[in-house]
């Protein structure tokens, strides 16, 4: 009690709050939602500042900081049930080291002891992140975010040992299995390694460290009650199936020892059989809808690159013809097309030993071309280029298992010399996605693609390759001329056009690539460029329901 006093006083004659420091009087009661915001602002200032943890004092006055008393849940078990409360909306169920009672003469003073966020784990209340400006509460802004989260890439969590773990809760399937991979990654030990015993052999392999044994050792060896010694992370995948609504079939949830868990996940994709439509001998009669290097890369890649510091699982989602693949934390190359392009090692790795280790099990490819692998797969199978959304800090990667567009695929089957990159900027041509300016212009330059910004299209040159002038002809946009004239005839008929009927006019002439919204833009631009532009037509109606007739002279 003593020592509370001798802190309260130090925080009292600070020289104003600071951004680790908060009072508040608090007479009677405190806002939950305002208590919960502060706990993350203050944790996260904690964290940037260097110091231990934050202080938030109720029954001081924040001007002089006097004493002035708090009623603030007044039972002690209501006090500690707050605990939990705050906990069930934080990240990683983080809450107050302690929650102090003061009764001072003066009145009741309530002080939280906040910890700083942990290292590389901004903390966020109800799914949002705060931190101080001096004495104003805000949102913690994007670079103190990252600034945080940049404290993990100097740690490697998979690198460390864990003491109280032996030998004994390894699975010793997982440990065979591991001696089988370890020869057929390197043939040149195959007879050495039958004579090491088994702690020889992990070390070779780079799963323990001098015979004691790693969370990398309890991730893709240990037994399945050994995850307990990893907690609060988890060694999990979650396999779940789709129906086409959505709707879930059926799941399954797998945990150690992760090298014997991929096959077991792999063994419940239902890789069917894809027939493609029949054109003379373009593509073969069936094949399965995915590579199954593709499928256990994809699973591996969640499996070294998670965020295990985050406590969650990996999911693998399979829906009729696409499997979907989410593992927690950022993409650390940050972009998956320079991955492509380069095809080269990457120079950083959240989990270092743990990627090592996969590599020499041979669960993983660390030269680099993994991913460049998958995305060639799927360009032999003439199929859509795997698709990777980076938001939300984690990594979901779709791989999709049909033909999107029939034209598409014949393109890639007709022209060999088009590079992975190039296919990559038409694959998004086909879903239509945006595309960069440079992009754009490297497809322009080379005659690939046509049409306006965002509504561009196979152009006639790779169109005539590929065999599909009759989708070309029907997707080109005429002359902005042609439409206009029609509109100008039409009107010039019957004596006026009303917008409805302009638009029954035009729309089933416009270009197919254009959705219906799209349409009636361009609609709504043509009419504006004849009336005020070349002043061709005029407005006799109002400006809800117009009625356009020509102009004078035209």
């Known amino acids: 009690?003593?020592?509370?006093?001798?802190?309260?006083?130090?925080?009292?004659?600070?020289?104003?709050?600071?951004?680790?420091?908060?009072?508040?009087?608090?007479?009677?009661?405190?806002?939950?939602?305002?208590?919960?915001?502060?706990?993350?602002?203050?944790?996260?200032?904690?964290?940037?500042?260097?110091?231990?943890?934050?202080?938030?004092?109720?029954?001081?006055?924040?001007?002089?900081?006097?004493?002035?008393?708090?009623?603030?849940?007044?039972?002690?078990?209501?006090?500690?049930?707050i605990k939990g409360e705050i906990a069930d909306k934080t990240t990683n169920r983080i809450t107050f080291i302690e929650i102090h009672e003061l009764n001072l003469t003066d009145g009741r003073v309530v002080m939280f002891q906040i910890p700083a966020a942990p290292k590389g784990i901004p903390i966020a209340f109800e799914g949002h992140y705060y931190g101080r400006d001096r004495e104003e509460l805000v949102p913690l802004n994007l670079e103190e975010i990252e600034r945080i989260r940049a404290q993990a890439t100097g740690v490697d969590w998979s690198v460390v040992v864990i003491p109280e773990a032996s030998l004994g809760d390894l699975d010793e399937n997982a440990i065979a299995l591991a001696r089988v991979n370890f020869k057929n990654k390197f043939p040149e030990y195959a007879v050495e390694v039958d004579s090491?015993?088994?702690?020889?052999?992990?070390?070779?392999?780079?799963?323990?460290?001098?015979?004691?044994?790693?969370?990398?050792?309890?991730?893709?060896?240990?037994?399945?009650?050994s995850e307990q010694f990893i907690g609060p992370a988890e060694a999990k995948i979650r396999w779940l199936l789709k129906d086409a609504r959505g709707n879930d079939k059926d799941y399954l949830i797998l945990g150690c020892p992760l090298l014997l868990t991929v096959d077991k996940v792999y063994a419940k994709i239902r890789n069917l059989k894809y027939r493609y439509l029949k054109d003379g001998t373009l593509f073969p009669d069936e094949l399965d809808q995915y590579e199954p290097f593709t499928i256990r890369e994809a699973i591996n890649n969640c499996i070294a690159h998670q965020d295990y510091t985050k406590n969650g699982r990996i999911n693998v989602v399979e829906l009729d013809d696409q499997l979907v693949f989410t593992n927690l934390g950022s993409f650390i190359p940050g972009s998956v097309e320079r991955v492509v392009r380069e095809d080269a090692p990457e120079e950083n790795y959240r989990n270092r030993?743990?990627?090592?280790?996969?590599?020499?099990?041979?669960?993983?490819?660390?030269?680099?071309?993994?991913?460049?692998?998958?995305?060639?797969?799927?360009?032999?199978?003439?199929?859509p280029m795997p698709d990777y959304d980076l938001s939300g800090g984690r990594v979901k990667v779709t791989i999709t298992g049909k033909v999107l567009d029939v034209e598409y695929a014949r393109l890639l089957a007709r022209n060999g010399d088009l590079t992975l990159e190039e296919i990559i900027m038409l694959d998004k041509v086909q879903k239509k996605l945006s595309l960069k300016s440079d992009e754009e212009k490297l497809l322009k330059s080379k005659g690939l693609i046509e049409g306006r910004k965002p509504n561009f299209y196979v152009s006639s040159s790779v169109a005539k390759n590929a065999g599909t002038m009759d989708e070309y002809i029907k997707n080109r946009s005429f002359d902005d001329r042609y439409f206009k004239d029609l509109v100008l005839e039409f009107i010039r008929k019957k004596g006026h056009a009303s917008k409805k009927e302009i638009e029954k006019l035009l729309l089933d002439k416009l270009p197919a690539v254009l959705d219906e919204d799209q349409r009636k833009n361009k609609i709504r631009n043509l009419i504006y460029a004849l009336s005020k532009r070349e002043k061709s037509i005029d407005n006799h109606g109002t400006n809800r329901v117009p009625i356009w007739k020509l102009a004078s002279g035209a």
């Not at 231990?52 to 001007?63: A, C, H, R, Y």
């Open 1 to 81: 009690m003593q020592e509370l006093n001798r802190l309260l006083n130090e925080l009292r004659n600070l020289p104003g709050e600071t951004e680790i420091v908060e009072f508040k009087e608090a007479n009677t009661g405190y806002d939950f939602g305002k208590l919960g915001k502060y706990f993350s602002a203050l944790s996260n200032e904690a964290n940037l500042k260097g110091k231990p943890e934050s202080w938030l004092v109720f029954g001081i006055e924040n001007k002089h900081h006097s004493i002035v008393g708090s009623q603030f849940r007044a039972k002690r078990k209501d006090l500690d049930h």
């Open 196 to 225: 090491w015993d088994t702690i020889t052999f992990l070390n070779k392999a780079k799963v323990t460290i001098k015979g004691q044994i790693t969370r990398t050792a309890i991730i893709l060896l240990g037994k399945d009650e």
């Open 353 to 383: 030993f743990l990627a090592t280790a996969m590599f020499n099990l041979k669960m993983v490819d660390t030269a680099g071309s993994g991913i460049r692998k998958i995305f060639n797969y799927q360009r032999q199978r003439f199929f």
